[in-house]
């Protein structure tokens, strides 16, 4: 059995986990997520905690076993306390700053990066290169964070781009003259 898939996911006191056929819905005090599970998995609710189980030992199966208590716990976690990731720019006139629903990015390019912002998630700059994306979905997060770093990730000479905070970026050393 997976050892992922067979932990058992304890429930906080705020949060309520309501499960529906194939569908499970965790409401807590950040917001509201739902998932729907794959087909040969089912999840139990014991009292405090829920278990997620597969039908049988098909490869699929195992696959999407640990992969749907993951999510699950990502959901709980996500209700109770949200995710937060920040990002840092460096370079000599490089800002961002957040202009309605768009996150305005200068990074060096002769027009500005305007970034459509979801509406789940809070993304506040401070500093004008400081950047903080915060939201209840891991996935949608993440996956925001990594397409701000996309436009200028972080080049090894100079060390300008967008990057994570506390990544490390390998510098290299230019050409030199002989």
Known sequence: MSRVGKQHISIPA??????TGANV??????????????????VK?????????R??????????????????????????????KDLEIQGVGFRASVKG????????????????IPKTLKVAVVENTKISVEGIDKQLVGQFAADVRSYYPPEPYKGKGVRYVGE??????????K
């Open 55 to 84: 039908s049988s030992d098909v490869r699929t199966q195992k696959a999407l076993h640990g992969t749907a208590q993951r999510l699950i716990t990502n959901m709980v976690k996500g209700v109770s306390e949200g995710f937060r």
């Open 101 to 116: 629903a768009n996150l305005d990015l200068s990074l060096g390019y002769s027009h500005p990066v305007l970034h459509p």
């Open 168 to 177: 490390y970026v390998r510098r290299k050393e230019g050409k030199s003259v």
């Open 25 to 42: 819905h965790v409401e807590g005090p950040k917001g509201k997520l739902d998932y729907e599970l794959p087909e040969g998995i089912s």
């Open 14 to 19: 705020k949060v309520t986990v309501k499960v």
């Open 45 to 53: 609710q014991e009292g405090t905690s829920v278990a997620v189980n």
